[in-house]
């Protein structure tokens, strides 16, 4: 069984920076892609970007220039470091991931944490 725990949300002012960050936890696995999404109030949940082993990116359009992802693949982290945020950037925000566990690929989200974009 494999856990995503996601931290670093909370209250910021609109052009202010933020850092969230997102830890795998469990036994004998290994992560290939991960993920962030967010889900505004009232709206769907969207990709905001994404990170493969390799360290490759994308982002969505809304944030690129402003939000940084990345990762340690020793630590099993992916963080998300977002800058000149904006109260449209308000919205909860989950952690993704594709991991493999005895040769299985299952995606897994984590719980989700709140970042409020004040203006």
């Known amino acids: 069984q494999v856990q995503l725990v996601e931290s670093g949300g909370g209250l910021v002012q609109a052009g202010g920076s933020l850092s969230l960050s997102c830890v795998a936890s469990?036994?004998?696995?290994?992560?290939?892609?991960m993920r962030w999404y967010r889900q505004p109030p009232g709206n769907q949940r969207e990709l905001v970007a994404d990170?493969?082993?390799?360290?490759?990116?994308n982002y969505a359009d809304s944030v690129k220039g402003r939000f940084t992802i990345s990762r340690d693949n020793a630590k099993n982290t992916v963080y998300l470091q977002m800058s000149s945020l904006k109260p449209d950037d308000t919205a909860v925000y989950y952690c993704?991931?594709?991991?493999?566990?005895?040769?299985?690929?299952?995606?897994?989200w984590g719980q989700g944490t709140q970042v409020t974009v004040s203006s």
């Open positions: 993704n991931a594709d991991i493999w566990i005895m040769k299985r690929l299952a995606n897994y």
């Open positions: 469990g036994n004998s696995f290994s992560v290939n892609i």
């Open positions: 990170i493969d082993n390799g360290g490759n990116t």
